[in-house]
């Protein structure tokens, strides 16, 4: 079965740091993009990263440029998403999802219906 596990999230305030990982299991990694995403209340399902694990393409969204950092262990098929200089609204749930590879290079951005394999998510909270 294929398997999402995000982790890592919790209450941080603002400036503070926080790192997610996002575990996979069930399909061949390096052919998959993983994307995070996050999702306020009462607001859409946005993109926040997503990466190439096979060649280390990344994406952000300008929200979180020059603040979130997105890295792949390919060896322990887990992708991880270091977020630094948080602000409240950063505040969200954080999902994890994969994509194959081609369609990956084939889109722009991290468009979450593009993506079909997806984790349960991982609460984040910043404190102002």
């Known amino acids: 079965d294929v398997q999402l596990q995000a982790s890592g999230g919790g209450l941080v305030q603002a400036g503070g740091s926080l790192r997610l990982s996002c575990e996979a299991s069930g399909f061949t990694f390096d052919d998959y993009a993983i994307g995070w995403f996050r999702q306020a209340p009462g607001k859409e399902r946005e993109g926040v990263s997503c990466?190439?694990?096979?060649?280390?393409?990344?994406r952000y969204a300008d929200s979180v440029k020059g603040r979130f950092t997105i890295s792949s262990d390919n060896a322990k098929n887990t992708v991880f998403l270091q977020m630094d200089s948080l602000k409240p609204e950063d505040t969200a749930v954080y999902f994890c999802?994969?994509?194959?590879?081609?369609?990956?290079?084939?889109?722009?951005?991290?468009?979450?219906?593009?993506?079909?394999?997806w984790g349960q998510g991982t609460l984040v909270t910043v404190s102002s």
């Open positions: 990466i190439s694990t096979n060649d280390a393409l990344t």
């Open positions: 999802a994969a994509l194959n590879r081609g369609s990956f290079h084939y889109s722009a951005g991290c468009d979450p219906p593009l993506y079909y394999y």
